[in-house]
């Protein structure tokens, strides 16, 4: 097998140094919060590495450290950067306890992933001694100095410093560094093998420096070494392991030694979000458990990490992890097609090894697993008997590890995938007591066998008989079979989600349905969802109201609750994102499903206090009036956007905020939708308000319209930052469209036109 070797910048044949049995190292999880996908991409790549060589005859040693130091980090608690980690040392776990929790639910996520269980997982913690022993030899050899109760690589020492990552001058060195104002270094570019334990510190050990704690690389060096010897096969990370914690643990294992420790460096490029590294501290991480709640198999997440190859960035998305979970539910279907084909003749042996030898062949070449993965396919619709077919789709299936032939739904344990020919007895056998149990549903198998020759009306009628019944039917060679629903087809038929917005039919041009339309997107904040549905639909007795919600990909229960109140109440509509979407792709939804006369957007901070709809409606019936709510927002230059003299009384201004905003859905399907840039709450309603006013609408707000705003969660959950960050990218938006349009504003409209009769007027203090 040929594997990209980061140190060499080329192919590296991998050949075992122990002969017959290849040593893998991977840096693994830091256990104070939860691997999020990115990180399970690399583990994957590294397990279909593994997998390559096994199934190739070849024994493969891994060992995966879990790194239960990091969390030590006081500085890093201090700053209160782990809001998860902080928490649970209030409520008084230890270190240990919560570096133990996330362990297990680290290994729990590789059981779900099918990624094959190290042979060791060694932790961090019970190897100081190790660590110890490593630093102290690298000082004997005048590579590492001491320094106040600290230990530094000294790297002008180590004259190969820099080749792996290719930052080989200092300069270079410098750069992606954090400067530290670390004094005791001798230079810059060194770097710490122990620390001293600052005070307040719990976990410390004792060194020959007083009591302190190890760098961060140094627990791979001397764990590697120990498990895998002082020369192993191959080493693996992610590619922003390559500097410093690659780099620098080469300096120290190969100064230990005395030679090159690692044959082949193997890095996997990043898993994307939204274009960028997924990454807790981004906020655009996703876990395990974030699919499960979403009835995503994890195995689709496998799936789609085998379409791109590992050295290329894969941007992850739900419309992509939709169509592999498609695709794997289509391979799964042939499984169950095959199980029950009838005994063809034998495949010559001849076939079955050139496929076999061309999958090799796609694995060996730098994994190219997209490339076994289209052989899967070609092998799959080729001209083999199914049976055949079964065998060598459960054959390759121990290098992908989609547990083919064991879906969820069977039961079957991922043990037996290997087995190919007993895996189809066993598919065999559960069908046929399915079959056994549902003895109506035997029959109307047969049934439905005769009904597909002639009346294909029967047969579609069948057909949705037992898709009611939870079952789906497929034509297979020996005739139409039944099998139960995958979980995941059960839940796409009960609660469909959408994409994006384009997904949503859009209703505007019907005529009104109803009086008003509740709309609300619900972020998560179930308690906020509940109060400002809860009140605003208190207050619309005598009226034909409808709550139109979209279940913006919150995992916290909402949509369930949401659910909840649709199954009840049949003023209710669902839609269900399958993530979150933007603000403004959202509020479209609602706007395209929308059928009342009025439509009332609400965020979920408001609470409705008294008959909100008599004054909207009012105010509404003046044909020019476009938009109007309670909060109103005035600006004489379109950069400052003032709520005081617009909460002053009722009258026109420039823009209504967003908290509760209300138009007529006839005016909107003139005015068009929101522009779905605006990811973000923030200005958005400046430029929908805008856009009313472009087409000749007048603004209005009432500053006593009975709504009480309660704290913003969305907004205050956000850092400083984050929001000016996000604040200013939509503002840029906002001026771009509408920057010297001062033409729309009230202030430069004829001061007897009635926007005069607002000046003056004592200031009122906004509603609580
Ligand atoms: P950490 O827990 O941060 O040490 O990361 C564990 C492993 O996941 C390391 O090998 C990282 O290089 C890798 N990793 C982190 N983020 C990503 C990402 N977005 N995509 C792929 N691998 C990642
Ligand atoms: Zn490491």
Redesign the pocket.
Known sequence: MKIYNTLTHGLSEVAPLKPGTVGIY?????VYRD??L??F???LMTDWIRRALEFQGLDVYHVKNI?DV?HMRQEMLDRGEDKVIAAALAEGKTPEEIARHYTERFLSDERKLNIEPAHVYPRATDHVADMIVVIERLIEKGVAYEAKGNVYFDVDGFPSYGLLSGNVDEQGLLEGVRVDADRLKRRQRDFALWKAAEPGRELRWDSPWGEGFPGWHIECSAMSIKYLGERFDIH??????VFPHHEDEIAQSDSFTGGPVVNTWV??????ADGV???KSARN?FTVSDLEVKHVDPLAFRYLCMTARYRTRLNFTFTSLKAAQRALQRLRNRVWEWGSSPNGPEAAEESRTQWEARFIERLNDNLDMPGALALTWEMAGSGLPGRIKLEMLCRFDRVLGLGLGSSPDTGAAPSEISAGVKKRDLLREKARQHLAELPELGSSVARRAQAARGAYREADALRDAFRTQGYVIQDTPAGARARPKSRWERRQESHPEVSSSADVLSLLSQPDAVDVTIGVVANGYLEDVERCIGSALRWADGRRAEVVAVDNGAVDGTGAWLDDMAAEDDRFRVIHADHRLGEAAARNIVLKQGRGCTVLMLDTSVEIRGDLYGPIDELLDDEGVGVVGPFGLRTGDLRHFHEDEAQAAKGDVDAIQSYCFAFRRKAAAGVGLMRETFRFYRNLDLDYSFHFKDKGYRIVADPGLPVRRHTHRAWAELGEAERDELSRNNFRRFLRRWGGREDLLVASRDPHEGSDHLHGLPHTTAPD
């Open positions: 991977t840096c693994g999880p830091t691997a999020h990115g990180n991409r690399s583990y790194t990091g693996t990370g992610g590619a922003d392991n890095h996997g490029q990043h898993l994307l590294k997924m990454a991480s």
